[in-house]
């Protein structure tokens, strides 16, 4: 079936540092994908997203390329701030599959001063 | 800015006690999801409507819980009894797909239950 592996947190950087959180999913048909943020205490709101393959999506600094061949999303931010701490999440929706969303753990990420 | 609305935001309750969680979509949204979250994992798929039809419950407790969608609009996820192991987060979302494949989520602030 239907699965997203992100990499494992927490995550703790200086500000001003690269990051990258790798994404690897596995689908049936061709699934769309995302990235979702969770601030504390609040729900998830999107990202960035892109819908087919070698699509790159962008929002807040943050880029993420849909790699086919290497079944990849992964997310990359050239230089963190404090106020990107949050948790980050993988998902797909396969439309294969109706529509179900499919949800990556999550990365905790901490960016210090 | 259309937002999906959740009830309460925290609910503190006692094991073998009946709760309900309310949502409202975002307006013209057929698709609607429950979630359910666990501090420190991501969000399961509790059950998925199209309008006022379920797509999906296969992950649903169905011996305690239950969900509805009666006009296709507004829902109600229901836990009866709560266990300890249901707190959690339980958040709602919904959905207008488009024409290029899945449109995105949007969530609600979500309902944390706590069960003592």
């Known amino acids: 079936g239907d699965s997203v592996t992100q990499m494992e947190g927490p995550v703790t950087l200086s500000e001003e540092a690269f990051l990258t959180i790798n994404c690897t999913y596995t689908a049936t048909g061709y699934p769309s994908l995302f990235w979702y943020v969770q601030y504390p205490g609040e729900g998830l709101q999107l990202l960035l997203k892109?819908?087919?393959?070698?699509d790159k999506g962008s929002n807040k600094g943050f880029e993420a390329t849909y790699r086919k061949e290497t079944t990849s999303f992964h997310l990359e931010k050239g230089s963190v701030q404090v106020s990107d701490s949050a948790v980050y999440f993988c998902?797909?929706?396969?439309?294969?599959?109706?529509?179900?969303?499919?949800f990556g753990t999550g990365t905790s990420l901490t960016v210090i001063p | 800015e259309a937002e999906v609305a959740q009830s309460p935001r925290y609910k503190i309750t006692e094991k073998s006690q009946a709760v309900a969680f309310w949502c409202d979509p975002i307006s013209g949204h057929a698709t609607l999801y429950w979630y359910r979250q666990i501090l420190g994992q991501g969000p399961e798929l509790l059950v998925q409507f199209q309008d006022e039809s379920v797509v999906d419950d296969s992950q649903l407790p169905k011996d305690r819980f239950s969900a509805e969608r009666l006009k296709g609009v507004d829902s109600t996820l229901k836990i009866q009894p709560a266990e300890l192991g249901d707190s959690a987060m339980y958040l709602c979302?919904?959905?207008?797909?488009?024409?290029?494949?899945?449109?995105?989520?949007?969530f609600g602030e979500g309902s944390r239950l706590t069960v003592l």
């Open positions: 979302a919904s959905s207008s797909p488009g024409l290029a494949g899945a449109g995105e989520l949007f």
């Open positions: 998902a797909l929706s396969d439309a294969y599959t109706g529509n179900q969303f499919y």
């Open positions: 892109a819908t087919k393959a070698d």
